[in-house]
T-cell receptor, first 118, second 110 residues
Framework: EAGVVQSPRYKIIEKKQPVAFWCNPISGHNTLYWYLQNLGQGPELLIRYENEEAVDDSQLPKDRFSAERLKGVDSTLKIQPAELGDSAVYLC????????????????FGAGSRLTVL | RKEVEQDPGPFNVPEGATVAFNCTYSNSASQSFFWYRQDCRKEPKLLMSVYSSGNEDGRFTAQLNRASQYISLLIRDSKLSDSATYLCVVNPIQGGKLIFGQGTELSVKP
């Protein structure tokens, strides 16, 4: 079974430039997450989708970040314009309900997209 | 106060040692709990779920104390390959988002 696929793995851009990340979740997983991880920190949720609906985007900086999951499968996360502080790893994860205890979601992560903003 | 807080690291231990990590969470209504492992420059991967009665998987034991709102991970007979960052993860509401702690780094030395 293919895992969660992300691209690009690495991206270096200058500040104020746009950047986009793509994620293809595990087949059949209806929940998709975008997390941001800074060095030495745990992942922080940016947005969570149930199928094509964004059910939690409270932590997404909407002035510069946007995301979509039009057909309820793959997803893109865009930053425009990028700032120096956006340098981080952007992790995509997917889950299928009911895998863990109490019916909670167990996440499978992609390898991440490492962004460097110069 | 952060929603999920972990022991600050790093932990440096010799092979064969027993090491324990603690994690506290702020939401007393939290539903489920996990430990994830993250190798350097890799993605987090599920290590084990944490059940109310405590659970064991080989050399790893996880425990939950709802009254004090903390979970723990015990690693016995540490191996070099256990070197990684261990992330405590809490689900505040059933089916909702997972909240990660900042991670505790473990380095096992020969």
């Amino acid at each position: 079974e293919a895992g969660v696929v992300q691209s690009p793995r690495y991206k270096i851009i200058e500040k104020k430039q746009p950047v986009a990340f793509w994620c293809n979740p595990i087949s059949g997983h209806n929940t998709l997450y975008w997390y941001l991880q800074n060095l030495g920190q745990g992942p922080e949720l940016l947005i969570r989708y149930e199928n094509e609906e964004a059910v939690d985007d409270s932590q997404l900086p909407k002035d510069r970040f946007s995301a979509e999951r039009l057909k309820g499968v793959d997803s893109t996360l865009k930053i425009q314009p990028a700032e120096l502080g956006d340098s981080a790893v952007y992790l995509c994860a997917s889950s299928s309900r009911g895998q863990g205890s109490s019916g909670a979601n167990v996440l499978t992560f992609g390898a991440g997209s490492r962004l460097t903003v110069l | 106060r952060k929603e999920v807080e972990q022991d600050p690291g790093p932990f440096n231990v010799p092979e064969g040692a027993t090491v324990a990590f603690n994690c506290t969470y702020s939401n007393s209504a939290s539903q489920s709990f996990f430990w994830y492992r993250q190798d350097c420059r890799k993605e987090p991967k599920l290590l084990m779920s944490v059940y109310s009665s405590g659970n064991e998987d080989g050399r790893f034991t996880a425990q939950l104390n709802r009254a004090s709102q903390y979970i723990s991970l015990l690693i016995r007979d540490s191996k070099l390959s256990d070197s990684a960052t261990y992330l405590c993860v809490v689900n505040p509401i059933q089916g909702g988002k997972l909240i990660f702690g900042q991670g505790t780094e473990l380095s096992v030395k020969p």
